[in-house]
């Protein structure tokens, strides 16, 4: 003898959306918007262009720059490791489908490529000292595009 099933095929699917939903948010994805935030590394704007350019360009930064170090090293570390290296390839410049788009502060007498170049040293025991995908303070290939969208 069969049992007819009550269940209609909306709650069905709806069922369905939601165990593919669980299973992506529990994957390796690193996309801004998906496994990363939507501006990764906010946090760490200001921290990196007081370090590049100092207060005689910016003038004195809103709270001691230790503090600046202390809340961008935490942003960092609350990043899955998998996903440090894409995070700070986001913030240093953005993707490929937003190649323009950096978080980095562009100021009269405050270029943004030393503020890359420090940026790239945020993983390293003298920054924040976080392991990242390689098991490793350091990220590769960061000055090659994000090809990952």
């Known amino acids: ?19 593919f939903a669980a299973a ?3 994957g390796d994805y690193c996309y801004a918007g998906f496994g990363l935030p939507d501006f ?19 003038g ?7 503090t600046l170090q202390q809340q961008c090293c ?24 937003h190649p323009h788009h950096s978080s980095l502060l562009a100021r009269p007498g405050c270029p943004t490529e030393p503020q890359r170049d420090f940026a790239r040293m945020l993983p390293t025991p003298t920054q924040c000292n976080l ?10 290939g960061m000055d090659e595009p994000i090809a990952r969208e």
Do not use: D, W
């Open 60 to 66: 004195a930064p809103s709270v001691p720059v230790e």
């Open 24 to 26: 992506a948010a529990t």
């Open 1 to 19: 003898m069969a049992l007819k099933s009550n269940c209609s095929p909306l709650l069905l699917a709806a069922l369905l959306v939601s165990v």
């Open 131 to 140: 392991v990242t995908e390689f098991n490793t303070p350091f990220c590769f």
């Open 74 to 97: 935490q942003e960092f570390s609350q990043i899955r490791q998998h996903c440090r290296c894409e995070a700070l390839r986001y913030f240093m410049g953005g993707t490929l489908s």
């Open 40 to 58: 990764p590394l906010q946090g760490c704007r200001e921290y990196v262009a007081h370090q590049t350019c100092g207060a005689g360009i910016l």
